[in-house]
């Protein structure tokens, strides 16, 4: 089985600050993990995955994340937040060692962001 | 690329009737995926297909649901019938086989009173 966690529901920080979001994660195989965003009345876009290689993967809107084996964590930051930053952020993972026909993606609970002016 | 495309954005239906949500994946994808997000449950996954073809329906909550994806550029999801609990946003997205993120669409907003 695999599970995601987000200890945090919401995270507040103000706008030009480094902002975290938390995300830990459960899987028996490798880790196939991803990040999304979703603005109000909008659909989940991705954001940026980490798959193999380098721990530290960036991504869309100076976004970036990383993977860490021994704590089981993949945190996504941001050196710098915005208030258009402000949204719902949700973590995903996917056992990589799972067979063919078993792509799912389980996600957390999500975290709301709220970059304050 | 118009990416996945979904309607209609919001449905409004009566306890009893039936509801059918329709998604149109990015060209190319080879698997389909529906999902339904609450504030009580989160996202949860329902049902996905990969070349059209249904691998895994374990998440569809009962058998008021059905799916289908008659060619790969067309899915539905029914309910029939309707009950008030099924009110949430109902999600599709897409993927191709290559890759391995998912592209969501914009969800419909369905309200069963």
């Known amino acids: 089985a695999q599970s995601v966690a987000q200890p945090e529901d919401q995270v507040n920080v103000a706008e030009g600050n480094p902002l975290t979001v938390k995300c830990t994660y459960s899987?028996?195989?490798?880790?196939?993990l991803f990040w999304y965003v979703q603005y109000p009345n909008r659909g989940l876009q991705f954001l940026l995955k980490?798959?193999?290689?380098?721990?530290l993967v960036k991504g869309s809107y100076g976004f970036e994340a990383e993977f860490n084996k021994s704590q089981t964590s993949f945190h996504l930051k941001k050196p710098s937040a915005l208030v258009s930053d402000s949204a719902l952020y949700f973590c995903a993972v996917r056992d990589g060692d799972s067979g063919a026909g078993s792509y799912q993606l389980t996600f957390g609970k999500g975290t709301k962001l709220s970059v304050i002016p | 690329d118009a990416g996945v495309i979904q309607s209609p954005r919001h449905e409004v239906t009566e306890m009893g009737q039936e509801v059918t949500l329709r998604c149109k994946p990015i060209?190319?994808?080879?698997?389909l995926f529906w999902y339904r997000q609450t504030m009580m449950r989160g996202l949860e996954l329902l049902i996905y297909?990969?070349?059209?073809?249904?691998?895994?329906d374990s998440g569809m909550p009962e058998d008021r649901f059905s799916a289908k994806m008659p060619n790969a550029s067309f899915s539905t999801l029914k309910i029939q019938p309707s009950e008030p609990r099924d009110s949430a946003v109902y999600f599709c997205a897409s993927r191709i086989d290559r890759a391995y993120e998912q592209y969501f669409g914009p969800g419909t907003r369905l309200t069963v009173t």
């Open positions: 980490y798959i193999t290689g380098d721990n």
């Open positions: 899987v028996s195989g490798n880790p196939y």
């Open positions: 060209s190319g994808h080879d698997y």
């Open positions: 297909f990969n070349n059209n073809v249904p691998i895994d």
